[in-house]
Protein backbone atom coordinates (compact mmCIF):
# COMPACT_ATOMS: atom_id res chain seq x y z
CA UNK A 1 0.00 0.00 0.00
CA UNK A 2 2.89 2.56 0.56
CA UNK A 3 4.32 2.08 -2.56
CA UNK A 4 0.66 2.69 -4.03
CA UNK A 5 0.81 5.68 -2.62
CA UNK A 6 3.94 6.34 -3.23
CA UNK A 7 3.16 5.93 -6.98
CA UNK A 8 0.15 8.13 -6.75
CA UNK A 9 2.27 10.92 -5.50
CA UNK A 10 4.71 10.54 -8.28
CA UNK A 11 1.93 10.57 -10.76
CA UNK A 12 -0.01 13.70 -9.23
CA UNK A 13 3.00 15.27 -9.26
CA UNK A 14 3.93 14.96 -12.57
CA UNK A 15 0.00 16.09 -13.72
CA UNK A 16 0.15 19.34 -12.26
CA UNK A 17 3.97 20.00 -13.56
CA UNK A 18 2.29 19.11 -17.03
CA UNK A 19 -0.79 21.36 -16.69
CA UNK A 20 1.27 24.23 -15.07
CA UNK A 21 4.14 24.22 -17.91
CA UNK A 22 1.92 23.74 -20.94
CA UNK A 23 -0.81 25.56 -22.85
CA UNK A 24 -3.42 24.46 -20.70
CA UNK A 25 -2.22 26.71 -18.19
CA UNK A 26 -3.73 29.33 -20.25
CA UNK A 27 -6.93 27.52 -20.20
CA UNK A 28 -7.20 27.08 -16.55
CA UNK A 29 -6.21 30.49 -15.52
CA UNK A 30 -9.41 31.59 -18.10
CA UNK A 31 -11.52 28.94 -15.72
CA UNK A 32 -11.58 29.73 -11.85
CA UNK A 33 -12.87 26.96 -10.60
CA UNK A 34 -10.52 24.33 -12.27
CA UNK A 35 -7.82 25.69 -9.86
CA UNK A 36 -10.12 24.67 -7.09
CA UNK A 37 -10.41 20.97 -8.22
CA UNK A 38 -6.98 20.82 -9.12
CA UNK A 39 -6.18 21.81 -5.24
CA UNK A 40 -9.08 19.38 -3.92
CA UNK A 41 -7.38 16.71 -5.79
CA UNK A 42 -4.27 15.83 -4.28
CA UNK A 43 -6.53 16.01 -0.87
CA UNK A 44 -8.98 13.63 -2.37
CA UNK A 45 -6.70 10.82 -3.69
CA UNK A 46 -5.09 11.01 -0.07
CA UNK A 47 -8.43 10.46 1.95
CA UNK A 48 -8.95 7.42 -0.73
CA UNK A 49 -5.86 6.29 -0.18
CA UNK A 50 -5.82 6.55 3.29
CA UNK A 51 -9.17 4.84 3.80
CA UNK A 52 -8.05 2.13 1.72
CA UNK A 53 -5.02 1.78 3.82
CA UNK A 54 -7.01 1.73 7.00
CA UNK A 55 -9.49 -1.03 5.16
CA UNK A 56 -6.52 -2.67 4.48
CA UNK A 57 -4.70 -2.34 7.46
CA UNK A 58 -8.33 -3.72 9.55
CA UNK A 59 -7.82 -6.64 7.29
CA UNK A 60 -4.49 -7.20 8.28
CA UNK A 61 -5.15 -7.17 11.90
CA UNK A 62 -7.97 -9.56 11.78
CA UNK A 63 -6.00 -11.83 9.62
CA UNK A 64 -2.82 -12.00 12.03
CA UNK A 65 -5.46 -12.75 14.90
CA UNK A 66 -6.69 -15.59 12.75
CA UNK A 67 -3.37 -16.26 12.45
CA UNK A 68 -2.61 -16.55 15.69
CA UNK A 69 -5.16 -18.65 16.92
CA UNK A 70 -4.68 -20.86 14.59
CA UNK A 71 -1.29 -21.32 16.36
CA UNK A 72 -2.40 -21.41 19.48
CA UNK A 73 -4.68 -24.49 18.32
CA UNK A 74 -1.89 -26.05 16.46
CA UNK A 75 0.21 -26.06 19.43
CA UNK A 76 -2.55 -27.20 21.54
CA UNK A 77 -3.66 -29.73 19.20
CA UNK A 78 0.81 -30.51 19.17
CA UNK A 79 0.74 -30.99 22.83
CA UNK A 80 -2.40 -33.64 22.89
CA UNK A 81 -0.42 -35.48 20.13
CA UNK A 82 2.40 -35.73 22.08
CA UNK A 83 0.50 -36.88 25.51
CA UNK A 84 -1.12 -39.17 23.50
CA UNK A 85 2.38 -40.38 21.59
CA UNK A 86 3.87 -40.60 25.13
CA UNK A 87 0.80 -42.68 26.92
CA UNK A 88 1.25 -45.09 24.02
CA UNK A 89 5.06 -45.47 24.01
CA UNK A 90 4.69 -46.22 27.93
CA UNK A 91 1.90 -48.94 27.24
CA UNK A 92 4.41 -50.67 24.60
CA UNK A 93 6.96 -50.22 26.88
CA UNK A 94 5.34 -52.03 29.65
CA UNK A 95 3.97 -54.83 27.38
CA UNK A 96 7.67 -55.48 25.60
CA UNK A 97 9.33 -55.28 28.88
CA UNK A 98 10.51 -58.71 30.07
CA UNK A 99 8.60 -60.46 32.81
CA UNK A 100 10.55 -60.60 36.20
CA UNK A 101 12.07 -63.79 36.84
CA UNK A 102 11.40 -65.95 40.41
CA UNK A 103 14.85 -65.36 41.29
CA UNK A 104 13.91 -61.34 40.67
CA UNK A 105 10.85 -61.37 42.41
CA UNK A 106 12.47 -62.59 45.91
CA UNK A 107 14.92 -60.19 45.45
CA UNK A 108 12.46 -57.37 45.44
CA UNK A 109 10.61 -58.99 48.43
CA UNK A 110 13.69 -59.37 50.06
CA UNK A 111 15.26 -55.70 49.55
CA UNK A 112 12.06 -54.54 51.39
CA UNK A 113 13.23 -56.63 54.89
CA UNK A 114 16.80 -55.66 54.79
CA UNK A 115 17.80 -55.95 58.57
CA UNK A 116 13.94 -58.14 59.73
CA UNK A 117 15.53 -61.17 61.22
CA UNK A 118 13.63 -64.16 60.00
CA UNK A 119 12.23 -67.87 60.38
CA UNK A 120 14.31 -70.58 58.69
CA UNK A 121 14.18 -73.68 57.19
CA UNK A 122 16.37 -76.32 55.32
CA UNK A 123 14.72 -78.23 52.22
CA UNK A 124 14.05 -81.55 54.79
CA UNK A 125 12.11 -78.74 56.64
CA UNK A 126 14.23 -78.42 59.74
CA UNK A 127 13.96 -75.92 61.62
CA UNK A 128 17.50 -73.34 61.70
CA UNK A 129 17.74 -72.83 65.60
CA UNK A 130 18.27 -69.01 64.55
CA UNK A 131 16.52 -66.11 62.99
CA UNK A 132 19.24 -64.72 61.10
CA UNK A 133 19.11 -61.04 59.79
CA UNK A 134 18.60 -60.42 56.49
CA UNK A 135 21.52 -58.01 55.56
CA UNK A 136 22.37 -57.65 51.96
CA UNK A 137 20.48 -58.74 48.56
CA UNK A 138 23.22 -58.37 45.67
CA UNK A 139 22.63 -57.55 42.19
CA UNK A 140 22.57 -60.99 41.22
CA UNK A 141 20.11 -62.12 43.44
CA UNK A 142 22.41 -63.66 46.18
CA UNK A 143 21.24 -63.00 49.65
CA UNK A 144 22.88 -62.79 52.58
CA UNK A 145 21.63 -64.60 56.30
CA UNK A 146 23.64 -63.25 59.08
CA UNK A 147 23.51 -64.81 62.30
CA UNK A 148 25.09 -62.61 65.36
CA UNK A 149 26.78 -64.92 68.32
CA UNK A 150 24.42 -65.23 71.17
CA UNK A 151 22.35 -67.56 73.01
CA UNK A 152 21.43 -69.77 69.91
CA UNK A 153 24.61 -69.59 68.44
CA UNK A 154 28.23 -70.22 69.82
CA UNK A 155 30.04 -67.76 66.79
CA UNK A 156 28.99 -65.41 64.23
CA UNK A 157 28.27 -66.74 60.99
CA UNK A 158 26.75 -65.91 57.25
CA UNK A 159 25.11 -67.84 55.33
CA UNK A 160 24.81 -67.19 51.02
CA UNK A 161 21.45 -68.59 49.03
CA UNK A 162 20.69 -67.71 45.71
CA UNK A 163 16.98 -66.53 45.13
CA UNK A 164 16.15 -69.01 42.94
CA UNK A 165 16.85 -71.52 46.00
CA UNK A 166 14.58 -70.25 48.07
CA UNK A 167 10.81 -70.37 48.95
CA UNK A 168 9.22 -67.38 50.99
CA UNK A 169 6.71 -67.18 52.58
CA UNK A 170 4.72 -63.60 53.50
CA UNK A 171 3.67 -65.00 56.91
CA UNK A 172 4.89 -63.08 60.27
CA UNK A 173 5.82 -64.70 62.88
CA UNK A 174 6.87 -62.64 66.22
CA UNK A 175 9.26 -59.92 65.14
CA UNK A 176 10.26 -62.02 61.66
CA UNK A 177 7.64 -60.72 58.72
CA UNK A 178 8.94 -63.86 56.69
CA UNK A 179 9.49 -67.36 56.29
CA UNK A 180 11.64 -68.75 54.42
CA UNK A 181 12.93 -72.07 53.02
CA UNK A 182 16.40 -72.84 51.86
CA UNK A 183 16.74 -75.60 48.70
CA UNK A 184 20.14 -74.86 48.41
CA UNK A 185 23.04 -72.90 49.85
CA UNK A 186 25.41 -70.66 47.76
CA UNK A 187 28.90 -71.66 48.46
CA UNK A 188 30.08 -72.22 51.97
CA UNK A 189 29.15 -70.92 55.47
CA UNK A 190 31.25 -67.94 56.56
CA UNK A 191 32.28 -68.09 60.14
CA UNK A 192 32.53 -64.57 61.25
CA UNK A 193 33.41 -64.79 65.04
CA UNK A 194 32.33 -63.44 68.08
CA UNK A 195 30.63 -60.35 66.16
CA UNK A 196 26.99 -59.41 67.16
CA UNK A 197 26.87 -57.04 64.67
CA UNK A 198 26.86 -57.45 61.07
CA UNK A 199 28.83 -53.76 60.70
CA UNK A 200 31.70 -55.57 62.38
CA UNK A 201 32.85 -58.12 59.90
CA UNK A 202 35.47 -56.50 58.92
CA UNK A 203 36.87 -55.13 62.05
CA UNK A 204 40.05 -57.20 63.48
CA UNK A 205 39.91 -59.03 66.07
CA UNK A 206 42.04 -59.86 68.50
CA UNK A 207 41.82 -63.39 69.73
CA UNK A 208 44.31 -64.69 72.35
CA UNK A 209 46.85 -67.39 70.87
CA UNK A 210 46.47 -70.45 73.12
CA UNK A 211 49.41 -73.20 72.32
CA UNK A 212 47.33 -76.17 72.21
CA UNK A 213 48.08 -79.45 74.35
CA UNK A 214 46.51 -83.03 74.89
CA UNK A 215 42.93 -83.33 73.40
CA UNK A 216 40.55 -83.66 76.65
CA UNK A 217 37.30 -83.90 74.67
CA UNK A 218 35.89 -84.53 71.21
CA UNK A 219 32.43 -85.95 69.50
CA UNK A 220 31.35 -86.77 66.51
CA UNK A 221 27.89 -86.20 64.58
CA UNK A 222 26.52 -87.83 61.62
CA UNK A 223 23.06 -87.09 59.50
CA UNK A 224 20.69 -90.08 58.39
CA UNK A 225 21.39 -90.27 54.40
CA UNK A 226 24.14 -88.19 54.52
CA UNK A 227 28.18 -88.43 54.47
CA UNK A 228 27.84 -85.59 56.26
CA UNK A 229 30.12 -85.51 59.26
CA UNK A 230 30.37 -82.92 62.36
CA UNK A 231 33.02 -82.93 64.76
CA UNK A 232 34.00 -81.27 68.20
CA UNK A 233 37.69 -81.18 69.61
CA UNK A 234 39.04 -80.08 72.77
CA UNK A 235 42.06 -79.47 73.56
CA UNK A 236 43.78 -78.26 76.78
CA UNK A 237 46.42 -75.37 77.16
CA UNK A 238 49.91 -76.38 76.53
CA UNK A 239 50.95 -74.72 79.63
CA UNK A 240 48.35 -76.80 81.78
CA UNK A 241 46.48 -73.21 82.64
CA UNK A 242 42.47 -73.11 82.94
CA UNK A 243 42.61 -72.00 79.15
CA UNK A 244 40.99 -74.67 76.67
CA UNK A 245 40.76 -74.71 72.74
CA UNK A 246 37.77 -76.31 70.95
CA UNK A 247 37.82 -77.21 67.18
CA UNK A 248 34.86 -77.18 65.73
CA UNK A 249 34.30 -78.65 61.83
CA UNK A 250 32.43 -76.50 60.84
CA UNK A 251 32.22 -73.73 62.91
CA UNK A 252 35.60 -72.25 63.34
CA UNK A 253 37.80 -72.04 66.64
CA UNK A 254 37.33 -70.71 69.97
CA UNK A 255 39.06 -70.14 73.47
CA UNK A 256 37.97 -69.92 76.55
CA UNK A 257 38.48 -70.91 80.17
CA UNK A 258 36.78 -74.58 80.98
CA UNK A 259 33.00 -72.67 81.86
CA UNK A 260 33.19 -71.18 78.77
CA UNK A 261 34.71 -73.84 76.34
CA UNK A 262 31.75 -76.07 77.98
CA UNK A 263 28.99 -73.54 76.97
CA UNK A 264 30.46 -73.31 73.76
CA UNK A 265 30.43 -77.04 73.05
CA UNK A 266 27.06 -77.49 73.98
CA UNK A 267 25.54 -74.73 72.22
CA UNK A 268 26.97 -75.96 69.15
CA UNK A 269 25.95 -79.80 69.83
CA UNK A 270 22.04 -78.39 70.42
CA UNK A 271 22.86 -76.46 66.91
CA UNK A 272 23.76 -80.13 65.39
CA UNK A 273 21.29 -81.77 66.66
CA UNK A 274 18.60 -78.89 65.32
CA UNK A 275 20.20 -78.95 61.60
CA UNK A 276 19.22 -83.02 62.22
CA UNK A 277 22.36 -84.54 63.06
CA UNK A 278 22.85 -86.35 66.06
CA UNK A 279 25.30 -88.66 68.46
CA UNK A 280 28.04 -90.95 66.38
CA UNK A 281 30.26 -91.28 69.39
CA UNK A 282 32.80 -89.23 71.88
CA UNK A 283 35.71 -89.65 73.37
CA UNK A 284 38.36 -88.28 76.22
CA UNK A 285 41.69 -87.61 76.52
CA UNK A 286 44.68 -86.90 78.28
CA UNK A 287 42.87 -85.15 82.07
CA UNK A 288 42.88 -81.74 83.73
CA UNK A 289 42.67 -80.46 86.98
CA UNK A 290 39.58 -78.23 84.89
CA UNK A 291 36.75 -80.28 84.41
CA UNK A 292 34.50 -79.53 81.35
CA UNK A 293 31.00 -79.58 81.86
CA UNK A 294 29.84 -81.07 78.48
CA UNK A 295 27.62 -83.97 77.69
CA UNK A 296 26.68 -86.01 74.84
Same mark, same amino acid.
Not at 55 to 77: F, V, W, Y
Not at 83 to 107: M, V, Y
Given at each position: ?9 ? !? ?107 ? !? ?176
Amino acid at each position: MKRVFGIAAV !VVSVVVAVLLHTRVQDWLWTHPWTHSFLVAVPTIALAVIAFLEWRHSGEANTLRDKANELRRENIILIEALDTERNRHLGQIAAHTKPALTQAERNSNLLRKHIGANVK !VTDEKDWNWSSTPEIVEVSEDNIVTLFTPRGFTSSSASAVRVHCNNLEITEFAEGSCPLRIKVLKKYGADVSLGEITKWEDRNKPMAAPVVPKGGMVRNATYGKAGSDEVRSLHVYAAKDGGNLFVLEAVPGGTFTGNNVEISKTFMLLQVEYEAAGFTHRGSGTGGGSQYPLYVKT
